[in-house]
Nanobody
């Protein structure tokens, strides 16, 4: 089983930046991803990364603004978020998942999430 713990959320004005971190423990993990859930909406995929870090995917809404990366030595996955907009407001979760035909499928390990609020 994998345990994950997210951090780095907060409040930021539109156009600002935040960097989220997700530290994992437990068994070896490979594919990792970030998902988010806004109030009243379903959880949605944001970004995913392969075990080596060489392959990444993004949702259309964040591509070009967000960057996912990982440090396997530190067992940490990062999400650099730039040019944040109010529609990015959500609780962000990291997750150990898998890829199939370059589509990210979430696994069963979830943390408490970290709140990101973007407002003027």
């Amino acid at each position: 089983q994998v345990q994950v713990e997210e951090s780095g959320g907060g409040w930021v004005q539109p156009g600002g930046s935040l960097r989220l971190s997700c530290k994992w423990s437990g068994r070896t993990v490979y594919v990792m991803g970030w998902l988010r859930q806004a109030p009243g909406k379903e959880r949605e995929f944001v970004a995913g990364i392969s075990g080596s870090g060489s392959f990444t995917t993004y949702s259309d809404s964040v591509r070009g603004r967000f960057t996912i990366s990982r440090d396997n030595t530190e067992k940490t996955v990062f999400l650099q978020m730039n040019n944040l907009q109010p529609e990015d407001t959500a609780v962000y979760y990291c997750n150990d998942g898998r890829y199939s035909s370059e589509i990210y499928y979430p696994g069963d390990s979830w943390g408490q999430g970290t709140q990101v609020t973007v407002s003027a």
